[in-house]
């Protein structure tokens, strides 16, 4: 038992820079002055309390493609509407916390 705990931890502890979420990975891909390991770390942090990791997926092709957020934002699909709202939300809040 001893063993399996052992390998798990070791396991655990050389995958955590590979556990980045959507968030901060396509911020640390994108092309914008400001880009920071720590500024990335923390969208992400904010991303992960506030966005599902669907929201998060969907979230991250805007730093690749900020035409599709505003298509987003003008949708009358009201599945995007919400997805819009919780959107706002979290950038609110990761300017609140990161900015």
Do not use: H
Request: one cysteine or more; aromatic letters at 8%; glycine letters at 4%.
């Amino acid at each position: 038992m001893r063993r399996i705990v052992s390998v798990m931890t070791i396991g655990f502890l050389t995958a955590s820079p590979a556990f980045s979420g959507a968030i901060e990975n396509a911020c640390m891909q994108s092309d914008r002055r400001q880009v920071s390991a720590a500024l990335c770390a923390c969208i992400q942090d904010v991303a992960d309390q506030r966005l599902s990791s669907g929201d998060q997926k969907e979230a991250a092709k805007f730093f690749e493609d900020p035409q599709l957020a505003q298509e987003t934002r003008m949708s009358d699909n009201p599945s995007k509407e919400r997805f819009w709202e919780r959107y706002k939300d979290w950038t609110e809040a990761a300017t609140k916390s990161c900015g």
